[in-house]
């Protein structure tokens, strides 16, 4: 019979070991990013990538990654203007 | 709108209302902008509270902000019972958004509990816990409500994107970090 608390304890320690994974990656730039599709990883890289495509090939493939290449991330601007006073309104929209 | 109990809000993105330092420009603000043929009579509210965008790491990116004039909680082109409550967000949920280039769009969930480099103007920032979508969102959106098309619960708010996917801050996070709940 399986014992189900170890179980979960197994799957949140494996979890966990592939979220470190998937961070080290993060802070070397190697990935854009990455997310969850429930308890899967889904990893962002650079459209044409062909340097990311190579580790996420080479070094988690096992962990059966969802992979989207997709170019950088934006904020995207928000037509509201500003001021400090009603006589100094900015003149643009604000971006960032 | 927003409320904590006691007042009600309107909820924006941070990033609409800072300068290219990501420190706030001003405590104003004028609806439609002034590229959209606002003038210093089109003010609408005043900032209350802002994300500090001159972190490096963020989770929200949001503002709330003090209306001067009504407000129609109703949100523009949607056709959808707002629940006043925040979505529990899972892949594959059908989600729809209201935003001043795009108008109504509909979208799908792809990933949950994100964390991606985003470029401000001000730099590059990690953004954590963030939402991702199919592309929904273009520039000028930023800060529009995304609710779930099912349920009419609040998912979010638009941050950014890239041109295949949009990021979305996670609603839930503002009832711990600004203390307040969407209107219903």
Known sequence: MVNLSSF??????????????????????????YGWQGTTPVIFIKSNDSKAREVVRSQ????????????????????????????QLSQEPQHA | MFTDGKR???????????????RLAGNLLVQPSVVDGGDKNDVIGEVYQCTD?????????????????????????LDLKLTGKYADVKPGMQVVMSGRTSGVREG??????????????????VFKNGILATALSLEGDSGAP???????????????????????????????????????
């Open chain 1, 8 to 33: 979960n304890v197994y799957r949140k320690y494996k979890a966990w070991r592939v979220s470190r994974r998937l961070n080290r990656l993060f802070k070397e730039n190697v990935i854009l990013g």
């Open chain 2, 108 to 125: 799908t969930i792809m990933a949950t509990n994100v964390m991606v480099k985003i470029e401000y103007q001000c730099g590059y920032k």
């Open chain 2, 8 to 22: 009600k809000y309107l909820g924006i993105a941070s990033h609409c209302v800072v300068g290219g330092d990501c």
């Open chain 1, 60 to 87: 988690i493939s096992f962990i059966q990654p969802i992979v989207i290449e997709t170019d950088e991330f934006k904020a995207l601007s928000g037509f509201f203007s500003t001021g400090k006073g009603k006589d």
């Open chain 2, 146 to 184: 995304v609710i779930a098309k099912d349920t009419g619960d609040y998912v979010g708010y638009i941050v950014g994107g890239s041109s295949t996917m949009s990021l979305i801050g996670y609603g839930k996070l503002l009832e711990k970090e600004f203390k307040v709940k969407p209107v219903a």
């Open chain 2, 53 to 77: 965008l001159t972190q490096p790491e963020l989770t929200t990116d949001f503002c709330l902000i003090t209306p001067k004039v009504d407000v129609d909680p109703n949100i523009l082109g």
